[in-house]
């Protein structure tokens, strides 16, 4: 499986749209939203990784149990393709981002918390079957 994320930099926020495609047919097997802290120049923990390849596999942790990782992200690690809700704004129950340079997946931005900025809903059901669609993983770009 081959994927893209077309991104919209805003100044907290960086807004995507993920798209996968199937390499043998080239046809479109799946589409949702992407959430990213905003491009701060490929900081650790407050930025949006660069644009460019990557190749995206299966991972599991304590803390998500079923997720993506990227490889090979120019002086970052642990980059992942997780569920959460809040990039740039802070989770009202844990009072923290639920990202620190990861992406986040969904079906669509509202504003769940009242604050201005746009959260992503949806997301452990969009991360499941992007799961069941790639389980292996994926080669990504990324780009605007």
């Known amino acids: 499986m081959r994927a893209t994320i077309c991104r919209e930099y805003y100044e907290k926020q960086t807004h995507g749209s993920l798209i996968v495609t199937d390499e043998e047919t080239g046809k479109e097997?799946?589409?949702?939203?992407?959430?990213?802290?905003?491009?701060l120049g490929?900081?650790?923990?407050?930025?949006c990784i660069p644009e460019g390849h990557y190749d995206v596999d299966y991972r599991s942790s304590d803390k998500y149990p079923k997720h993506f990782i990227l490889n090979d992200v120019p002086n970052r690690s642990?980059?992942?393709?997780?569920?959460?809700?809040y990039a740039g704004s802070m989770n009202p129950?844990?009072?923290?981002?639920?990202?620190r340079g990861c992406i986040?997946?969904?079906?669509?931005?509202?504003?769940?918390?009242?604050?201005?900025?746009?959260?992503i809903t949806s997301s452990k059901a969009t991360l499941n079957k992007l799961l069941?669609?790639?389980?292996?993983?994926?080669?990504?770009?990324?780009k605007q």
Request: charged fraction near 25%; include cysteine; charge should be negative.
């Open 29 to 39: 097997v799946f589409k949702c939203r992407t959430l990213e802290l905003p491009n």
């Open 42 to 47: 490929n900081q650790r923990n407050v930025s």
């Open 78 to 85: 642990y980059i992942l393709i997780h569920q959460g809700n």
């Open 93 to 99: 129950k844990s009072g923290k981002s639920d990202i």
């Open 104 to 119: 986040l997946v969904g079906r669509s931005f509202v504003d769940l918390d009242g604050d201005g900025l746009a959260d």
């Open 132 to 142: 069941e669609i790639a389980p292996d993983g994926f080669i990504l770009e990324v």
